[in-house]
């Protein structure tokens, strides 16, 4: 470490007897010091710590009023988790007086009357490990600004890619890609009221646009169909939530585990009688509320095989499904959200020509 970097140090000088300070003030500025402070009262201690930041203290033990080891325990009180070092500037030799300062963080002892060589050296060693400690300490705040940086860029691919694989399996059915973000939005607002917190009603908003991406396993044919469907097509594309399960199945991650378990469970009723015949509460939470907002969504959007519903008109389903199709409190949440966010307007200026089949 370069000796310009030592003599930008920070020194407080603490001792009682100004002849001492004086003659350390003037070793230290002939070192090439230029950042000393000093004061013979030990009172004075904490503010000109908090104003001064030192990067090493020279502390007399015995002084009137407070003495030293006060010093110390005053100051470790107000010190931040950094390495301070403080050096004892001491005539007593003690046992007892050296183990009193080491245990309140002394690094080392100057024995009065002091050689300035010694002095010097010491201070020196004691600044190196100071500023080498402040080296790394500065390093690891680069490395964990670097870390965060990382994460929230792999968040962000993640995030994407999610979001490109709903729009990819919505994308035979729905080039533009709403109905997705549509149900995303409705349901996190959903999450939101009945009071999950933030980082669930965020995954949500977030996997909810992959309920239908089992539609990728059902044919054209039939996802296409403009006409009614028969029993056995009907039946084939009641496995879209099954097929969208086996896709995400298996991830360690948690927005992809949700949209697994939405997936799955998107198409269950309250009362029992959906696709996989899942009741009530069994039926996973996310699941209950994305039947909703997918439903609000296809009713008010064209299918080919019906135009849109007017918003009332799809309101007035949702309610009448109340208990039956979905669960009541989802229902009233619903509600209460047209009717502060006046939701229906915006949702519904976003349709757009539509083919899709049973969704
Ligand atoms: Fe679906």
């Known amino acids: 470490m370069s000796r310009r970097v030592f003599t930008k140090a920070r020194i407080l000088i603490i001792d009682d007897e100004a002849t001492n300070v004086e003659v350390l003030r003037r070793v230290l500025e002939r070192s090439g010091f230029t950042r000393v402070q000093t004061t013979t009262d030990p009172r004075n201690a904490r503010k000109m710590y908090l104003d001064f930041r030192p990067d090493l203290i020279l502390l007399d033990l015995h002084m009137p009023h407070v003495d030293g080891l006060a010093v110390m325990d005053e100051l470790n ?17 003690s046992p007892e007086a050296r183990r009193d300062a080491l245990s309140r963080g002394a690094k080392d002892f100057v024995h009065k009357p002091f050689s300035t060589d010694e002095v010097l050296l010491r201070i020196g060693t004691l600044l190196e490990t100071r500023f080498l400690y402040l080296q790394i300490q500065n390093q690891n705040q680069m490395l964990e ?13 993640q995030f994407e890619i999610i979001e490109r694989l709903a729009k990819a399996a919505e994308f035979r059915d729905d080039s533009t890609g709403q109905h997705t973000a549509r149900v995303g939005q409705m349901a996190a607002l959903m999450a939101k009221h009945i009071g999950l917190p933030e980082s669930q009603v965020s995954l949500i908003r977030r996997a909810a646009p992959l309920h239908d991406v089992g539609k990728i396993g059902i044919p054209d044919s039939i996802l296409l169909k403009p006409g009614k469907l028969s029993s056995d097509e009907f039946a084939l594309v009641k496995t879209h939530t099954t097929i969208g399960a086996r896709i995400l199945s298996g991830s360690r991650f948690p927005i992809l585990r949700l949209a697994e378990e939405i997936a799955f469970s998107h198409h269950e009723r309250w009362d029992g009688d959906g696709y996989a015949r899942i009741a009530g509460d069994s039926i996973p939470l996310p699941g209950r509320i994305v039947a909703i907002a997918d439903v609000f969504d296809a009713l008010t959007h064209r299918r080919p095989y019906k135009d849109a519903w007017p918003v009332d008109e799809a309101i007035a389903e949702i309610e009448q499904q109340r208990g039956r199709q979905f669960e009541p409190r989802l229902v009233e949440a619903f509600l209460r959200i047209i009717e502060q966010r006046d939701a229906p307007l915006p949702m519904n200026q976003l349709a757009e020509p539509k083919a899709e089949t049973e969704g």
């Open 77 to 93: 009180q107000i010190a931040e988790a950094t390495y301070l070092p403080i050096l004892i500037l001491t005539g007593d030799v």
């Open 145 to 157: 600004a670097k870390v965060r940086e990382r994460t929230r860029e792999l968040e962000g691919a």
